[in-house]
């Protein structure tokens, strides 16, 4: 049981350094500090930005002049993302170790450690590809991946879930009902689940294309229902390399019709969970799954009125940086519904 304690431990403090890591990308994406340091994994050569402040770094990265506050907040996010990935292979290592006691499943257990690899590596290509935005665009929904899978484990880990374990005495409760009560409102909370991982990765397609201002007024978009938009150049994936995507490189109807997209994402994501959290809200036989149902609705509330504010208030840095805490929050509730929905094994 003390291994047990330290796997609880360690994926609470994953989760909280994870949701902290990918709040602080957003900050770094969106203050431009990307490439704050031109290589990887140090900083203009150098592990610290004051390293490379007291040598001579001009010769060896021409027309990338070292700006400091760029570089420390680009370093910290490196710092937190290493740390990040140290504590998931201490829990994972935990996990193999402890796997008679089947606290974490061996497969479980290497998904997170692969899916965190493959995060450290698309971490690596944001800077080296210099800020390709399907790169960027990975490099969010892998991070969003990460905290989504040490939430889960967290959940299901013994007296860690939404109340997993009454499933079986609602669902008896239910009569000969239960079975097709559980499975259509599971089903509405996957499907939920997946409108919502599209609208994230719409999300990180929109930020790393720089099609956030693109649309500056509401509801309507440059002054129309539905202004002029390039959809052929707007959701181009992979445009070669050698180019700087600092900035953007897409003329305005391209970024015009990206964030059009996400708008109608948006809108999409919003009926689709609040379908699944009103008919969990609406069975009396689920009033176990109420919690993370309410969760769900009070998380879509407040990323909608993020998103709304942001554009009536000019895009402002710290409800942009919102804008993505905000998402994170609504796939952790939107997880904790499909969780507490699935019977435990």
Same mark, same amino acid.
């Not at 994953?14 to 500090?33: K, N």
């Not at 609602?170 to 009569?175: E, K, M, P, R, T």
């Given at each position: 049981?003390?291994?047990?304690?330290?796997?609880?431990?360690?994926? +609470?403090?994953?989760?909280?350094? $994870?949701?902290?890591?990918?709040?602080?990308?957003?900050?770094?994406?969106?203050?431009? %500090?990307?490439?704050?340091?031109?290589?990887?994994?140090?900083?203009? !050569?150098?592990?610290?930005?004051?390293?490379?402040?007291?040598?001579?770094?001009?010769?060896?990265?021409?027309?990338?002049?070292?700006?400091?506050?760029?570089?420390?907040?680009?370093?910290?996010?490196?710092? %937190?993302?290493?740390?990040?990935?140290?504590?998931?292979?201490?829990?994972?290592?935990? =996990?193999?170790?402890?796997?008679?006691?089947?606290?974490? !499943?061996?497969?479980?257990?290497?998904?997170?450690?692969?899916?965190?690899?493959?995060?450290?590596?698309?971490?690596?290509?944001?800077?080296?590809?210099?800020?390709?935005?399907?790169?960027?665009?990975?490099?969010?929904?892998? =991070?969003?991946?990460?905290?989504?899978?040490?939430?889960?484990?967290?959940?299901?880990?013994?007296?860690?879930?939404?109340?997993?374990?009454?499933?079986?005495?609602? %669902?008896?409760?239910?009569?000969?009902?239960?079975?097709?009560? /559980?499975?259509?409102?599971?089903?509405?909370?996957?499907?939920?689940? +997946?409108?919502?991982?599209?609208?994230?990765?719409?999300?990180?397609?929109?930020?790393?294309?720089?099609?956030?201002?693109?649309?500056?007024?509401?509801?309507? $978009?440059?002054?129309?229902?539905?202004?002029?938009?390039?959809?052929?150049?707007?959701?181009?994936?992979?445009? =070669?390399?050698? &180019?700087?995507?600092?900035?953007?490189?897409?003329?305005?109807?391209?970024? &015009?019709?990206?964030?059009?997209?996400?708008?109608?994402?948006?809108?999409?994501?919003?009926?689709?969970?609040?379908? %699944?959290?009103?008919?969990?809200?609406?069975?009396?036989?689920?009033?176990?799954?109420?919690?993370?149902? &309410?969760?769900?609705?009070?998380? /879509?509330?407040?990323?909608?009125?993020?998103?709304?504010?942001?554009?009536?208030?000019?895009?402002?840095? !710290? /409800?942009?940086?919102?804008?993505?805490?905000?998402?994170?929050?609504?796939?952790?509730?939107?997880?904790?519904?499909?969780?507490?929905?699935?019977?435990?094994?």
């Amino acid at each position: 049981m003390r291994v047990a304690r330290w796997i609880r431990g360690l994926c +609470i403090l994953g989760v909280l350094l $994870c949701f902290a890591v990918v709040v602080l990308g957003a900050y770094v994406r969106l203050t431009a %500090a990307g490439l704050g340091c031109p290589d990887w994994p140090g900083c203009y !050569g150098h592990l610290t930005p004051s390293g490379a402040q007291a040598a001579d770094t001009a010769a060896a990265f021409p027309g990338r002049p070292l700006e400091p506050g760029k570089a420390w907040r680009e370093m910290i996010h490196r710092y %937190a993302a290493t740390t990040l990935g140290l504590l998931i292979i201490i829990l994972t290592a935990l =996990g193999i170790a402890a796997r008679r006691e089947r606290i974490v !499943g061996m497969p479980y257990a290497l998904l997170l450690f692969a899916t965190v690899v493959v995060q450290g590596l698309l971490g690596m290509l944001t800077v080296t590809w210099q800020l390709k935005p399907l790169i960027v665009t990975l490099h969010l929904l892998f =991070g969003m991946t990460t905290l989504g899978l040490l939430w889960w484990l967290l959940l299901s880990l013994p007296r860690g879930s939404w109340g997993v374990s009454s499933l079986g005495t609602a %669902a008896h409760a239910l009569g000969g009902g239960a079975a097709s009560t /559980l499975s259509l409102a599971r089903g509405l909370a996957l499907l939920g689940l +997946i409108v919502l991982i599209v609208q994230i990765a719409l999300g990180g397609w929109t930020s790393s294309n720089y099609a956030a201002v693109a649309c500056p007024d509401f509801p309507t $978009c440059q002054n129309a229902w539905w202004p002029h938009t390039d959809y052929r150049n707007a959701f181009v994936l992979w445009r =070669g390399l050698n &180019i700087n995507y600092e900035g953007g490189v897409l003329d305005n109807p391209a970024r &015009i019709a990206i964030h059009l997209t996400h708008r109608i994402g948006a809108l999409l994501t919003t009926a689709a969970l609040a379908l %699944a959290a009103l008919l969990v809200l609406g069975r009396r036989g689920l009033t176990f799954a109420h919690a993370p149902a &309410i969760a769900v609705l009070a998380a /879509l509330a407040l990323q909608l009125a993020i998103g709304v504010t942001m554009v009536l208030k000019t895009f402002p840095l !710290g /409800l942009a940086t919102a804008h993505t805490a905000g998402a994170a929050l609504l796939l952790l509730a939107t997880l904790a519904l499909l969780r507490t929905l699935s019977s435990r094994s």
